[in-house]
């Protein structure tokens, strides 16, 4: 059975520009597997076409069966992540092993708020 774990010091989900992000990424695996990535990058979603920008990926030593590596990030300063009624911006730290085949993502929130920014129409008059 394959595991993989994904969690950032602290649990922390919430980050601002300029912050390092620090964790630990590790597998559990029946054998090591082929390729390992982490992933920092931003996507949207809703209405229209989906955007993906990979932000910095760092490739992790994958030779072993079961293996626990810590990781940082630096977090850009922009975009941030928002949330609108026809678009939202999303950051997440993904592991990908075996070209995809096995993944684990983590969202996280990128703001110098402490929350999701939310976008809200104005009506013209």
Known sequence: MNTLTLTTKDNAAEFA??????????????EPPRDAFLRL?????????????????LELPHQQADCQQPFQFAVPGEPYTFSGAL?????????????????????????????????TSLEMK
């Open 17 to 30: 520009p300029g912050q390092l992000i620090e964790g630990l990424a590790g597998w559990q695996m029946d």
């Open 87 to 119: 678009i939202s911006l999303q950051w997440a730290i993904e592991l990908v092993l075996n070209k995809g085949r096995d993944v684990q993502r983590l969202d996280i929130l990128v703001s110098p708020w402490t929350e999701k920014l939310t976008l």
């Open 41 to 57: 990058f931003w996507y949207t979603q809703g209405r229209g076409t989906q955007d993906v920008s990979l932000v910095q990926e």
